[in-house]
């Protein structure tokens, strides 16, 4: 099975460290925009998702997930991209994208089944693993930046 990002949702304070490491190491704009507009500037390859609160079973539930590339084994986006701008890496098993091909068609969006894939000045961006910084043996800017030791990257498995 391939990983990419574990996130352990009973860990996240919500504090979106995460996000804003992702998007300084990614180059990507900051979040939130400037008033009095509203919502994220740009794409977010790390999006926390607050879940609550809401009661369940007379207990009340608040939590935070993650939507973030799985890497998957099978991924659906490799095969749709016309420009074969996506990619397996074949050293670390990791989906990337190679930004001077992709034409911003967002084929890829609607094969993936998560809906990951998003676009910024018309190319896709999604979570890379940092994989700059795994192969320096560094973590990726998302876990390094979690005070609540939340997430972990792992590269995927390669069978």
């Not at 990419?4 to 490491?21: E, L, M, N, P, Q």
Request: aromatic share 6%; net charge negative; with cysteine.
């Amino acid at each position: 099975m391939n990983r990419g990002i574990v996130f352990d949702k009973k860990r996240c304070i919500g504090c979106y460290s995460c996000v804003v490491a992702c998007k300084q190491e990614q180059n990507l704009p900051p979040f939130p925009k400037q008033p009095p507009e509203s919502g994220p500037e740009g794409p977010e390859s790390l999006c926390i998702i607050e879940n609550g609160p809401k009661v369940v079973m007379d207990k009340i539930e608040y939590f935070f997930e993650a939507e973030v590339c799985m890497h998957c084994e099978d991924a659906l986006c490799i095969d749709s991209c016309e420009e074969e701008a996506i990619y397996r890496d074949e050293v670390s098993g990791a989906v990337l994208v190679d930004q001077k091909r992709c034409n911003g068609c967002a084929i890829c969006l609607a094969a993936c089944p998560y809906d990951i894939p998003q676009f910024y000045n018309n190319k896709m961006v999604k979570c890379d693993l940092c994989i700059h910084r795994l192969r320096q043996g560094k973590k990726a800017a998302c876990e390094q930046a979690c005070p609540a030791r939340a997430i972990k990257t792992e590269l995927p498995s390669r069978n």
